[in-house]
């Protein structure tokens, strides 16, 4: 029977009740995800409390927790957050009356008030003496997080070039700690006492750990709902038996954390790149649902794939090689090749992302393969030019999630790719002019420029399109140029390039002879056709001649990689 044990507790009661003991953020937990603008939140909330209500409590919130029998811990469940943030809080504080007069007494009094809140205590002296046994340890944070936040609460400094979630919000309660002392000097340390013994916490005490699992999958922080993969993990974990085997799942979900922020992906983007790989492996109809709804159908069945967590390990790794460019090592048994990251370029951007699902079903269907990536290569460009001719006739997300599903169960079962789509060559010119300005346009004109003999290496990531006619109108007569049809020929396709951002801000607005000596410079092949012209005004034919064989090349491209 589920018991449950509510007290009511002021900061200072709360924290320093903990003595010898530490509040635990057990594995199944996800990682800190308070973001400034919540801290901020609490901190004018605070203030607000302190001006305006002298004689009140102020309500922080419930937390709820698990008392682990063998150690003593307190094991959060709901309010990790929270208890966090508070402790961030506390520190700037302390922080800031470690730079403050130590002789007075006021400054004293409240250092030994929160001292204990953070540290364990000297039970003779009742002073601190080892800043490292603090109040609070995550079994769920990244080892660098963890060296960060540590750092934190042992020293009250932080490392400027960090923009973890602990290094900001500690910094801003820092910022705000000094600037209300600077603003009000008399009400400082009102504020710091208002903080511990008028702010209140609601602890829960759950009697078993079954029983904090299940609140943890029904609450939600204070504006932060749990996430998909939040609750995946809390279900995972809470069928592993054995406390070694749950220790080696956490370290491994850190690990695939990791590799997810490497990538510039989230869990939940990896846990959707798998349903689809499920999807492919059972050939589920096509009708796609949402991605909790989807792992959590019969009793969460899917989760308990024994492969699972390494198959997600290899996923994610790919998509750090792919994302970070980064070249496979040699106990990955695969290779990417310059070829096959330009076509993943393009893919890149893409107006949505689903062109990642069946890439994903390749790839751990064949990485092992020995012509993995010249097999990849030709699906990718076989993807591009399925994906785009399909956006320019109908550009929509719900147009293509049928072929998507396709596409991926064929490849699961082995067969040959095969994409055809009819289209008029002259109806596809007359629409692809149409789309110079739309969200398919930087990814035309990038693959246009990869599809240059000349072009072997990869493109700069942080790209600009480059407007040869510049955009911004001069009083200035260029060659027959008015103003009405500057407008009209800007934004065409023959009027755009893909250009290193730098050099574009040194190409700046000028004139075509003065931008071909920044043209020079450029290492992607097409801008140095462009440098080496040897003319020096660029006119309506220009445009108009240089769209005519870019829309060739790509009607070229669609028809070679299309059945």
Request: proline fraction near 3%.
């Amino acid at each position: 029977m589920a018991e449950l044990n509510v007290t009511k507790k002021t900061i200072s009661k709360l924290f320093s009740e903990m003595q010898n003991r530490k509040f635990i953020i057990p594995y199944f937990q996800r990682p800190y995800k308070w973001e400034k603008e919540l801290c901020e939140t609490l901190w004018n909330d605070i203030e607000d409390f302190t001006i305006n209500n002298e004689d009140d409590d102020y309500f922080l919130g419930t937390i709820v927790s698990y008392l682990n029998q063998d150690t003593k811990n307190l094991e959060i469940i709901d309010g990790q957050q929270r208890i966090t943030s508070i402790l961030l809080l506390l520190r700037a504080f302390y922080r800031k009356l470690e730079d403050m007069n130590q002789s007075d007494e006021d400054v004293i009094g409240l250092m030994n008030q929160i001292a204990p809140c953070i540290w364990d205590i000297n039970p003779i002296s009742q002073k601190v003496t080892d800043k490292t046994k603090k109040r609070i340890e995550s079994f769920v944070i990244t080892d660098d997080d963890k060296e960060t936040f540590h750092k934190i609460l042992e020293t009250g400094n932080t490392d400027d070039s960090l923009d973890d979630n602990y290094t900001i919000n500690y910094g801003f309660f820092k910022e705000k700690c000094d600037e209300y002392a600077q603003n009000n000097p008399l009400g400082w340390k009102n504020l710091c006492v208002t903080i511990l013994s008028k702010c209140i916490i609601l602890p829960i005490e759950c009697n078993s750990p079954d029983t904090a699992l299940k609140i943890f999958t029904t609450l939600n922080d204070r504006g932060l709902p749990l996430a998909d993969s939040d609750v995946f993990k809390a279900e995972i974990y809470k069928n592993i038996d054995s406390e070694e085997e749950r220790k080696q799942f956490t370290e491994t979900w850190n690990d695939l954390t990791q590799l997810c922020n490497q990538a510039g992906i989230s869990l939940d983007d990896i846990f959707r790149y798998y349903m689809h790989i499920i999807r492919a492996r059972n050939s589920y109809n096509s009708k796609e649902v949402g991605l909790r709804r989807f792992f959590s159908a019969e009793k969460y069945k899917h989760l308990r794939i024994p492969e699972l967590i390494d198959e997600l390990v290899l996923i994610a790794t790919f998509w750090v090689y792919v994302n970070k460019r980064k070249n496979p090592s040699t106990d990955d048994g695969y290779k990417i090749s310059n070829e096959t990251r330009k076509y993943l370029h393009c893919l890149s951007w893409y107006p949505n992302e689903y062109w990642k699902f069946p890439v994903s079903v390749f790839f751990l269907r064949n990485y092992k393969m020995d012509n993995f990536d010249n097999e990849l290569c030709c699906l990718l460009k076989k993807l591009i030019a399925f994906l785009f001719l399909k956006f320019i006739f109908n550009p929509s997300i719900n147009a293509i999630r049928d072929d998507i599903y396709n596409i991926y169960i064929n490849i699961h079962n082995g067969n040959n790719v095969k994409l055809s789509l009819q289209f008029d060559n002259e109806d596809f010119i007359r629409r692809i002019s149409s789309f110079s300005s739309s969200r398919i346009s930087r990814a035309i004109i990038l693959l246009n420029a990869y599809l240059n003999d000349n072009q072997n290496d990869l493109i700069s990531e942080t790209f600009d399109i480059e407007h040869i006619f510049p955009k911004k109108w001069q009083d200035t007569n260029y060659n027959g140029w008015n103003i009405k049809d500057a407008k009209l020929f800007l934004e065409r396709f023959g009027n755009k390039i893909v250009l290193e951002k730098k050099l574009n801000i040194q190409a700046g607005n000028g004139y075509f002879g003065e931008k071909k000596k920044r043209y020079s410079s450029s290492k992607i092949a097409s801008i140095i056709e462009l440098a080496n012209l040897p003319k020096n005004d660029w006119v309506k034919t220009d445009i108009l001649n240089r769209e005519n064989k870019m829309i060739e090349d790509i009607v070229l491209f669609i028809n070679k990689n299309l059945s």
